[in-house]
């Protein structure tokens, strides 16, 4: 297969991140006779620094002709800590996602067993937590109408829906859910507002077409409760932009790093795909990022386009780096291994055909480790 990937770094530690996903998609393409051709652009604060815009012309073309995007991440504290500034980074992949048509955010959060004790929570309620949440991505509070008064104390933000942007990103829930568990959980606050009304009478109805998957709901509070105390009884969670934003970060610490967990933002013709993590400026260039979320949404990438033993590949390689604690310093803090080196270590896995056979010694050395 010929892919043309958009490669986005952006700010802080995506670019270092994003390098080592390239990496591995290489050898994925050489493993399985792929063609993957990369073109990198600017985003976010860097962009803005170089053309005064956070997403230039030219990098939204990039996007639109290419067959994905892979994302690192934007932000940065001259802007975070500067509420006056009227261009920020984050606008950069706010119009992305517009602009592509990105409409549904998916992420999954799994407990590995290996790391269950490093999670906050009780680990007899952590092992076993397997869930995916898809957030509607370009509605709501967040692309609503934003005014302030002229005195400047007081603000609004409009939050709207329609049936069609319920209904949309319903469908790829539901149909989620059909090959998992069959569970799906709509999370909204439907005893208050308007627009969570809409959501319940739109997926009730649209749950007729799909009777094998049980529906149920939760107000967005007790969904909020309910993800600390008991993780494993979620399945598919299908909710609105804000509460998915919230609850999808709540459900990063689950398994202990949101170091671990990637995305997919999908539309009709587009598809990004980015670690769920910030730019995390303080760790720029100290190679001590984990670029597994970043890696992990590759294989996401690659599923995307029906390519499932390849990214089954990347998958288990993963799961091999965290068995022989082959892991950045927020996994493995005593013994820890770089940014660099976990990426290496999982293009030597995958660029092995057969069976690897692990050399310890040169792990604990932090070389290959392939014999």
């Not at 986005?8 to 792929?34: N, W």
């Amino acid at each position: 297969m010929k892919l043309n990937i958009a490669v986005l770094p952006g700010d802080g530690i995506g670019p270092e991140i994003t390098q080592q996903s390239v990496k591995v998609l290489k050898a994925v393409a050489d493993r399985f006779d792929h063609d993957f051709y990369f073109e990198e652009a600017l985003v976010g604060a860097v962009a803005i620094d170089f053309s005064g815009s956070p997403l230039p012309d030219s990098t939204l073309e990039l996007c639109k002709r290419s067959d994905a995007v892979l994302f690192g991440a934007i932000g940065d504290p001259k802007y975070d800590n500067d509420p006056s500034a009227k261009v920020r980074p984050e606008q950069g992949l706010l119009k992305l996602r517009k602009e592509l048509g990105l409409f549904a955010n998916i992420r999954p959060v799994k407990a590995y067993d290996q790391l269950v004790e490093r999670s906050p929570l009780k680990v007899e309620n952590v092992i076993g937590a397997d869930m995916v949440i898809f957030r509607e991505l370009t509605g709501g509070i967040y692309f609503g109408e934003k005014s302030t008064s002229e005195d400047g104390k007081s603000a609004s933000d409009l939050c709207t829906y329609n049936v069609e942007e319920i209904e949309r990103i319903a469908h790829l829930a539901f149909k989620a859910a059909q090959i998992r568990s069959k569970k799906l959980t709509l999370v909204d606050k439907a005893n208050v507002l308007e627009t969570s009304r809409l959501w319940r009478k739109t997926v009730t109805e649209l749950a007729k077409q799909y009777p094998d998957v049980i529906l149920d709901f939760l107000f967005v509070d007790n969904a909020a409760m309910q993800m600390v105390l008991d993780p494993k009884q979620f399945d598919v969670i299908l909710t609105e932009n804000m509460f998915g934003d919230i609850l999808s970060d709540e459900a990063s610490v689950i398994g202990g790093s949101i170091g671990l967990l990637e995305s997919a933002s999908i539309g009709a013709r587009n598809a990004l795909f980015e670690p769920i993590h910030g730019s995390y400026p303080q760790a720029t260039g100290l190679g001590i990022a984990n670029p597994i979320a970043s890696i992990l949404s590759s294989a996401m990438l690659l599923e995307h386009f029906d390519l499932k033993e390849e990214a089954a590949v990347i998958r288990k390689a993963v799961e091999m780096s965290i068995n022989l604690n082959v892991c950045t310093k927020d996994i493995n803090k005593d013994n820890h291994y770089s940014t660099s080196k976990v990426g290496d270590f999982l293009e030597s896995i995958i660029s092995e055909t057969e069976h690897p056979v692990i050399n310890n010694e040169n792990l604990n050395l932090g070389q290959m480790t392939i014999i």
